[in-house]
């Protein structure tokens, strides 16, 4: 059975949460839990390679080198603790800040790593009153030592791919397997990272293609991750189409929290070696 993940991006304090409410509500009048991978001290001169301001920012909020933390206060924060039952969160990122090789976990050691780790889940537990059980990372981009230090504080990675020498090597059969079989979810240490089909496609596409992009994006995969950007689904103040069809699309499948999907990973069996796409996979 393949399970369904949705998964917000990049949430922070500078976000208005009645826009975000309004991106989503067809999932949430659903009943279709939204994942979101909130940013805990967001930077708030976060660019992208063009050199523009990253979206996810405000265009209200100070464009300045300060980051700015998420607090129990913050309307964001309020938000969540309101929807508490109908959604679930992952930490992303410390700032979401290009710290080095253009990425933010991508070339850390795994010394770097911890504190901002520790600090990150921190403030998201002060500010929710929940502590998040997974991590996206920036970009999708984690390095070897970073690997190490999600693993030792939460129990699942979401991204969208990852090189093998940047897992341990205890982790590279379940790696091998992982690819015969494009169940996109491979056991590392004692946690999970579940790999997702495509980052920002759904904002591009028309909603007649929805049912089959959610098809593709979730066939043969213990959890299938849908991964969403609210910024591409909030301009107009109707219910954007996209969404509509995706609340559709997703009637009688099974859209999990982070926490039940990280309860069907652990139930399954320990060895599995699913050749359903052949050697031709590797
Ligand atoms: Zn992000």
């Given amino acids: 059975m393949t399970l369904v993940l949705l998964r917000d991006d990049d949430p922070n304090a500078t976000t208005p949460p009645d826009r975000l409410e309004r991106a989503y509500q067809p999932l949430l009048d659903a009943g279709f839990p939204v994942n979101f991978a909130v ?17 996810f920012l405000d265009p209200d909020s100070p ?3 300060d980051d700015m933390p998420l607090l129990a206060d913050t309307p964001l924060a309020v938000w969540l603790r309101r929807h508490e039952q109908a959604t679930d969160v992952f930490l992303h990122g410390f700032s979401h800040r290009r710290r080095r090789a253009e990425t933010e976990f991508g070339a850390l050691s795994r010394d770097e790593s911890v504190p901002l780790i520790r600090q990150g889940l921190e403030t998201l537990s002060n500010a929710l009153g929940r502590t998040p059980m997974g991590f996206v990372p920036p970009w999708d981009r984690l390095s070897r030592g970073a690997v190490d230090a999600v693993f030792e504080h939460l129990d699942l990675v979401s991204t969208g791919w990852i090189d093998r020498p940047r897992l341990p090597i205890t982790a590279w059969p379940a790696y091998v397997a992982e690819r015969l079989g494009q169940r996109e979810a491979l056991r590392v240490r004692r ?18 293609a929805v049912a089959a992009l959610v098809d593709a994006m ?37 859209v999990v929290t982070v926490r039940q999907a990280l309860t069907h990973l652990d139930q399954l069996p320990v060895v599995r070696l699913s050749l359903r796409r052949g050697l031709l996979g590797l």
């Fill in 218 to 254: 979730t066939a043969g995969a213990d959890v299938g991750v849908i991964v969403l950007h609210h910024w591409m689904f909030w301009d107009q103040p109707e219910p954007h189409r996209v969404i509509v069809a995706l609340a559709k699309a997703l009637l009688r499948r099974q």
């Fill in 63 to 65: 464009d300045c080198a």
């Fill in 39 to 55: 940013i805990p001290e967001v930077a708030l001169d976060t660019r992208a390679p063009d050199g523009v301001r990253e979206r």
């Fill in 191 to 208: 946690g999970w990272l579940l790999r997702h089909r495509g980052g920002k496609i759904l904002g591009t596409t028309s909603p007649d």
